[in-house]
């Protein structure tokens, strides 16, 4: 594990034409930085991440993936030849469907909705079922999971049979992002949704209160409740924004923990900052995923320490090892490392325990590593074999351990047997706090999009990351949607409806 030294130099755009230009990531004041030189539009620096030691850290675990060997476009000049190219260094962990740019929230600062876009797009049944089909194709590692996504996905009525569709596919996971208004008002909307096939509701939830969460905080407890019936897990997805609710990320895991019953998690998201902005207003609102990681450990009072969240690709040794015993390509996590952060947290008599309090996780990582080199070159795998040579206990401070957590039995299920039975428990005891922080035009990094694994599918048969498709809009979302979508107009005469009837609640600026 070689960390990365700074500065150095990588490759960027220019806010302003899109010019690719040369960066450097240099040091300053003990944070990370980007710096970047337009020949027209001159100088742009913006924060890169919030803290050179953790930076570092971070750097030790970066892992190139296998690529694409049967990419989907031609190889051009990264990032306008997307679709997947041969570019593409990582495979697409979860791809992304956009079912409609309808919602039934009206909130000041989107601007994707369908009303101001000026159309409706739609992707059929048959168009969605050839989209997830062609990710299942991409080798050498087909895609496994699927994010249904908007807009509200939840206004299409044909939804149950879109997930169903998906599920014919062969795709083991299957989670809806939604606001969750129709879960609330809905009863028996997360019962049919879960048994259609939805393993995990991504659910938007930007604070503990009104002012932070206006979208949705009066329904948040019918969710739940409704959720709770189903069996219908959930990860709150909180948009972190720097002086509107950073100062609320400690609460929000609170809040998780009290519900970790249904509540599998908590994804924070750092906001990008789309659309131009100038300097001042980013400085207001930026914030990285180490800064937040600092916050979390002052607002829990060190329960949850900022050293108790490890990259993304720090869990590629265990894809490596399950790779070793199978021969098989196995799905890994090879984003880039400033891409995302994790850990788990045991809850426990109203306490939350870190795993890393009771796990070597370095030390873990580093043996199941070792162990994989060593049995790509051994006959012997035999599970008696591989049960001797893996003695995952020395690992664990059974002393500090909570109790009735076999954790040595899990992780050995989980890398000899590949029986994943068992997360399914333990993830119902812990509470996963994770981390994604998606570029914008002023913080962003080549090197980032070869990587990327969130990708969008598209009725074209493209397969776009993330940080392509949102970041640059008008190369890649609005283009795409605006052609296989049709005017306001003819869609509320086909329909009979008006657009204006799905708005729930307008969400307006706050003063």
Known sequence: MNEIRLPYKTRSLCPECLSIIEAEVFENNGKVMIRKTCEKHGEFEDVYWGDVELFKFASRFARDGKGIENPITEKSVCPFSCGLCGNHKSHTALLNIVLTNRCDLACWYCFFYAKRAGYVYEPTVEQIRQMVRKAREIKPVPCNAVQLTGGEPTLREDLIEIIKVIKEEGYDHVQLNTNGIRLALDENFAVKVREAGVNTVYLSFDGVNEKTNPKNHKEVPKILENCRKAELGIVLVPTVIRTVNDHQLGEIIK???????????????????????????????????????????????????????????????????????????????????????ATYVYIEDGKMVPITRFIDVMGLLDFISKKADELKSSRFKSLKALKDLIDLRKFIDSSKA????????????????????????????????????????????????????????????????????????????????????????????????????????VVRKPR
């Open 255 to 341: 809040f998780a923990a009290k519900n970790v019953d249904i509540v599998r998690g908590v994804n924070f998201q750092p906001v990008s900052l789309v659309g131009s902005m100038p300097k001042r207003e980013r400085e207001k609102y930026r914030i990285t995923i180490p800064d937040c990681l600092k916050l979390i450990e002052e607002q829990t009072e060190g329960e949850i320490s900022r050293y108790d969240f490890y990259p993304v690709p720090s869990v590629v040794p265990i894809s490596d090892f399950v790779e070793a015993i199978t021969g098989r390509p196995q799905y890994e996590l090879t984003v880039h490392f400033t891409c995302g952060m």
């Open 402 to 505: 909570p109790k009735g957590l076999s954790t040595a039995k899990i992780l050995f299920n989980i890398l000899v047997k590949h029986d994943y039975s068992a997360l399914g428990e333990f993830h119902k005891k812990t509470l996963f706090i994770g981390f994604m922080h998606f570029q914008d035009l002023y913080n962003y990094d080549l090197a980032r999009v070869e990587r990327c694994e969130i990708h969008y599918a598209t009725p074209d048969g493209r397969i776009i990351p993330f940080c392509t498709f949102n970041v640059l809009p008008e190369i890649y979302r609005d283009k795409i949607q605006e052609k296989f979508g049709i005017p306001i107009d003819e869609w509320e005469r086909r329909t009979g409806r008006k657009l204006k009837d799905d708005i729930y609640r």
